[in-house]
T-cell receptor, first 118, second 116 residues
């Protein structure tokens, strides 16, 4: 199973709402990622978790709050977002660099959550 | 941080023809991995092909092959017998073999159009 799932597929929220995005993988990957992507642009890294610990935060505003409850789940909590935060939010997973096995170093992506902030 | 450059924002190819997408990267490392990812209009990002830097042999996956030139830091993707389903954004990506931060670096992408 090489699947990363994300819920919801679409989300519309007002600037005062609180919502959460969810991501799940069962490939045994111990590195998980959140990316933000605008149309026709590359994914922009937001956060990386390695072994359930936050290892990279790319200076993301505090209105985005990540959480990694266990090795299979990754959440992104959203609060007081701005219209410019509207984008596709991608979750991904991979094996950490220290545990490479043959053919296991690539990154797998979920289908994304299309977020619109009104 | 590593940099990955895709100098062709847009490319087009006739159906059944061959097209080559370019990618260059900048690194001082010797141990790394390179990837081509495809993102069709439905937006699911999928892996097309990967290359280990320590391997001299170019990777191939069916109609997709790469030309990996390590000294030139070049990693181009060749798509043979192009099909309508190949129309997508293509992103080149780099990963260090030693990076404990586990970061992937992406190029700016090439939008490929396939003309029937």
């Amino acid at each position: 199973d090489t699947e990363v799932t994300q819920t919801p597929k679409h989300l519309v929220m007002g600037m005062t709402n609180k919502k959460s995005l969810k991501c799940e993988q069962h490939m045994g990957h111990r590195a998980m990622y959140w990316y933000k992507q605008k149309a026709k642009k590359p994914p922009e890294l937001m956060f990386v978790y390695s072994y359930e610990k936050l290892s990279i935060n790319e200076s993301v505003p505090s209105r985005f709050s990540p959480e990694c409850p266990n090795s299979s789940l990754l959440n992104l909590h959203l609060h007081a977002l701005q219209p410019e935060d509207s984008a596709l939010y991608l979750c991904a997973s991979s094996q950490p660099a220290t545990t490479f096995e043959v053919s296991s170093y690539e990154q797998y992506f979920g289908p994304g959550t299309r977020l619109t902030v009104t | 941080a590593q940099t990955v450059t895709q100098s062709q924002p847009e490319m087009s190819v006739q159906e059944a023809e061959t097209v080559t997408l370019s990618c260059t990267y900048d690194t001082s490392e010797s141990d790394y991995y390179l990837f081509w990812y495809k993102q069709p209009p439905s937006r699911q990002m999928i892996l097309v092909i990967r290359q280990e830097a320590y391997k001299q042999q170019n990777a191939t996956e069916n109609r997709f092959s790469v030309n990996f030139q390590k000294a030139a830091k070049s990693f181009s993707l060749k798509i043979s017998d192009s099909q309508l389903g190949d129309a997508a954004m293509y992103f080149c990506a780099y990963r260090s073999g030693r990076d404990t931060g586990n970061q992937f670096y992406f190029g700016t992408g090439t939008s490929l159009t396939v003309i029937p």
